[in-house]
């Protein structure tokens, strides 16, 4: 047993498991481990709750999905330069009363082509009055060089000028381009008394890959002064890849020595142009 003396401190036989301690000291002791104990549970049933909440979160709520935003860059639209005239010119044809106008036209675009070419000379009297338009429509391949007659051209007065105006373009890319395989070879002039007439001749070789249907011959006369005095052209059909052909080009008058500048071009954007192969 024990027991208080008067110094507040309990007393107890030898050999008893309890200690004197002062009673202050006993309660603050008792106070302690109930706000120890209280501090555990609480720690535990957080750590309990955090646990349970981590769970819950990783099997029912799904971690939303970076969200990806495409961006589309407009295309770059392709700087092209306009086709370039070289020259217009016209020339009469006395023996039939009407013109032949031609325009040398240039592309400097080494990709791009056109299939589709609307144009129109306009033909004007000496007091710059309208007297016809003539249009038509042509093509040019990349990097090319183009010529474009109208032979034997009719109309009320007598012209002074042309003027050659390209009215729309279709521009289409063809890249990469090579050449077209197609060379005039033999061209010579040919001048007759006989006939007052004058003529140049010569073969057309088609070493292309392609059978095409169409090819045109276009050449320009020029004197010793380099100066177009007549311009002229020619259409074959059904030209065949590795066979030539021959090519006749006349003018119903008489000219003297002048240097013969010819072209052979056929529309390589016109799938309609190309020839198939049987059993291909």
Known sequence: ??????????????????????????????????VQKQIVIG?????????????VTSIFIKEPKPQVI????????????????????FFEVKKF???????????????FGAPNVLYEFIFSDEANQELARVGGSSFILPGQIHY????????????????????????????PFKPLGLHLRDVTFNRSEETSSVSVTGIVDNKSPYNLKDVEV??????????AVAAGKTNMQDLLRDTSRFFKIEWPYILTYVEVDGRVE????????????YGR
């Not at 009363?97 to 990709?111: F, K, T």
């Not at 007659?149 to 890249?175: C, H, M, S, Y």
């Not at 276009?218 to 100066?227: D, M, R, W």
């Not at 056929?266 to 192969?277: A, G, K, L, W």
């Open 97 to 111: 009363n009407s013109y032949d106008a031609v325009a040398h036209i240039r592309n400097p675009n080494s990709e």
């Open 148 to 175: 474009i007659v109208e032979p034997a051209i009719r109309f009320q007065g007598t012209p002074n000028t042309v003027d050659f105006k390209i009215v729309r373009v279709n521009w289409q890319k063809l890249a």
């Open 218 to 227: 276009s050449v320009i006369l020029k004197n010793t002064q380099g100066e």
């Open 1 to 34: 047993y024990a027991k208080a003396d008067d110094t507040g401190l309990m007393a107890g036989k030898v050999g008893s498991p309890h200690i004197c301690i002062k009673l202050s000291d006993c309660y603050n002791a008792v106070m302690n481990y109930r």
């Open 70 to 89: 495409e961006i589309r860059e407009r295309p770059v639209e392709p700087k092209l330069e306009d086709i370039q005239i070289v020259l217009t010119d």
């Open 43 to 55: 720690l535990i049933t957080l750590i309990t709750i955090s646990g349970s909440t981590f769970i």
């Open 266 to 277: 056929s529309n390589f954007f016109e799938n309609s142009n190309f020839i198939r192969d």
